[in-house]
């Protein structure tokens, strides 16, 4: 019986095609989007999980001033020193790396090519710290670290618009106030969650930094990496009573410093992520519901076309349900044919999109599923009051139907 009903709603569709293919548009477009948006948000929460990841989930950063939060004020802006660096690594016996951290935003000029580029001061710890590798040439050594030597390091980005097809090791990179020699060139990083650059950058020894950069003493940014196998809040706590003895606060006083756990930022930001994809996917589920009006439109025109179809079935022995349900069948034929069509759709755009977006392509099979059965039970919905009009048909009224 089922079957027999499937090839009658099969040769309905059949019959009008174009009809059936503007009745399954809406649905075709809300799977689609729907799956496409899920997809991409999902992508995109990895890509910041992986990029997090690579700079490792035991890495803490301590900044001066105090996290806005609960309306509360930052604290006094209280720089470090580089001194401030040392005694986190000699007194907290967990860490394994400890890199303090100033930049600022220069113009790179060689030759007749210029480049704006982020120029660190820091020490060889920051490029552990922050799981970074050499591509060629060499890091800093003790002397020119100690002495301030014009040095620097630089990535992928900066060697690439300002050297070209050449690698650049042994040039001079001049500056608005200093020039350094370029030792080092680094493997690329990539983008970050939030679209910055992560090759677009230059390293130079902290003091040289301090000498011809910024002119002073300050540390803006300590990063710390954690020993495998350590707690991160048991160092995170060790490290804020340690900067508390530094800064000489009292019992009572409010840190005036931060200690961020990368856990921390990567919970939020996947957060962030996951929260705009169910609000993407939300809004694009509501296209779903239009496609669903569209098929009881569809369904309601068919109803009175086959009037006296109906009529003729009522009347040689059919029963309201079995009307009924063959109305249904053609309905929920309808809308998942489209979920199918829309999946397709979906599978080809979010290769395409996770591709320029330069985000991970995950297949997601209950985001799919989930739309599939969806546009089934959309068709359902809508196509119950249709189904339920031409079974409520008087046979006789029904076969006097012009």
């Known amino acids: 019986m089922i079957l027999n009903m499937l090839r009658i709603a099969w ?17 075709v477009i809300g799977v689609a989007a729907v799956v496409t948006m899920v997809t991409i948000g999902k992508g995109a929460t990895e890509q910041v999980r ?25 604290g006094a802006n209280i ?18 790396a400890v890199a303090p951290v100033s930049s600022q935003a220069l113009t790179a000029v060689y030759g ?6 982020q120029v660190t001061g820091t020490t060889n710890d920051y490029f552990t710290v922050t799981n970074r590798r050499l591509k060629r040439g060499r890091l800093f050594d003790e002397t020119e670290l100690r002495n301030g030597a014009s040095v620097c390091v630089i990535g992928e980005t900066v060697r690439r618009m300002l050297f070209g097809s050449t690698d650049g090791l042994g040039e001079m990179i001049r ?45 803006a940014t300590i990063m710390v990496s954690i020993q495998d196998g350590v707690p991160t809040e048991k160092a995170q706590s060790d490290i804020a009573r340690l900067m508390r003895e530094r800064r000489r606060l009292r019992p ?53 076309e086959r009037t006296r179809e109906i009529g003729l079935r009522l009347a040689i022995g059919a029963t309201e349900e079995e009307v009924l349900f063959q109305f249904l069948i053609e309905a929920v034929v309808l809308s998942a044919f489209g979920g199918i069509i829309g999946i397709l759709v979906a599978i080809v755009a ?35 009051v249709p189904a339920r009009l031409a079974a409520k048909l008087n046979p006789i009224e029904a076969l006097r139907h012009e």
């Open 11 to 27: 040769r309905e569709i059949r019959r009008n095609i174009m009809r059936s293919f503007l009745t399954i548009l809406g649905i």
């Open 50 to 74: 992986r990029q997090i990841a690579s700079m490792g989930s035991n890495v803490l950063i301590i900044t001066p001033g105090k996290r806005f939060g609960h309306g509360q004020p930052f």
């Open 79 to 96: 720089p470090f020193k580089e001194a401030d660096a040392e005694a986190i690594a000699r007194d907290i016996t967990s860490v394994a």
């Open 112 to 117: 007749n090519q210029n480049w704006t580029t």
């Open 175 to 219: 500056f608005q106030k200093f020039s350094c020699e370029v030792i080092g060139i680094l493997e690329v990083k990539g983008q970050t969650a939030t679209g910055i650059d992560q090759d677009d950058f230059v390293a130079t020894p902290l003091r040289t930094y301090q000498r011809r950069v910024s002119g002073n003493q300050n540390v």
């Open 252 to 304: 009572g006083d409010e840190d005036n410093f931060t200690v961020m756990d990368m856990k921390e930022i990567a919970k939020m930001l996947t957060s962030t992520t996951e929260l705009l994809t169910t609000l993407l996917g939300s809004v694009a589920a509501v296209s779903l519901l239009v496609g669903g009006v569209g098929i009881m439109n569809i369904m309601l025109v068919s109803v009175t």
């Open 350 to 384: 979010s290769l395409g999109l996770t591709k320029m977006m330069q985000v991970p392509y995950e297949f997601q099979l209950g985001i799919n599923v989930l739309a599939f059965l969806f546009s089934a039970v959309i068709g359902v919905i809508f196509g119950f």
